[in-house]
């Protein structure tokens, strides 16, 4: 069972949706990328907007030794998803003190150019306020904000 999936079924288990995002909102300040990526995905599961996770996988040798990641395109971000209005959605996640390599900032700016909504959320509360100030309208998004 993938990360999202188990996180999908989570949400689903609880009482309602609020309480599930809420339970997220206890780890966003000390969360991995990891963890905030899945809350995402989540989210975006739930807000039913279409989403895909780039696959960034080491690529490792046959002595363990990592040379490198597996990517389509470098630079390209975690999470593209395509909003209601039609527009393009990339994610970059990051942990609190994570930061973006120069791959992902040239990257980031050429979709902007492009008019993608780009998102560099380093909490699930950050992409809510984000998707919100981009019009999204939904009750999830103020449930999870407390609002």
């Known amino acids: ?18 309480t599930g995002l809420q339970r997220n909102r206890r780890f966003s300040n000390l969360a991995s990328e990891a963890d905030i990526q899945a809350a995402i995905c989540d989210l975006l599961a739930l807000l039913k907007i279409p989403f895909t996770v780039s696959d960034a996988a080491l690529v490792v040798d046959r002595r363990g030794k990592v040379y490198g990641r ?21 994610i970059e996640v990051k942990a ?6 120069e791959s992902q900032k040239a990257m980031l700016e050429q979709l902007r150019k492009c ?25 999830l998004l103020n449930q999870l904000l407390n609002r």
Do not use: Y
């Not at 188990?6 to 609880?14: I, L, M, P």
């Not at 609190?96 to 390599?101: E, Q």
């Open 1 to 18: 069972m993938t990360s999202n999936t188990k996180h999908q079924q989570e949400f689903r288990s609880q009482s309602g949706h609020n």
């Open 70 to 90: 597996k990517v389509s395109t470098l630079g390209w971000c975690d999470v593209t998803a395509c909003l209601p209005s039609g527009r393009l959605l990339a």
């Open 96 to 101: 609190r003190r994570g930061r973006l390599r």
């Open 115 to 139: 008019n993608a909504l780009i998102i560099v959320p380093r909490s699930i509360e950050e992409f809510a306020e984000s998707l919100i100030e981009a019009g999204v309208q939904n009750p």
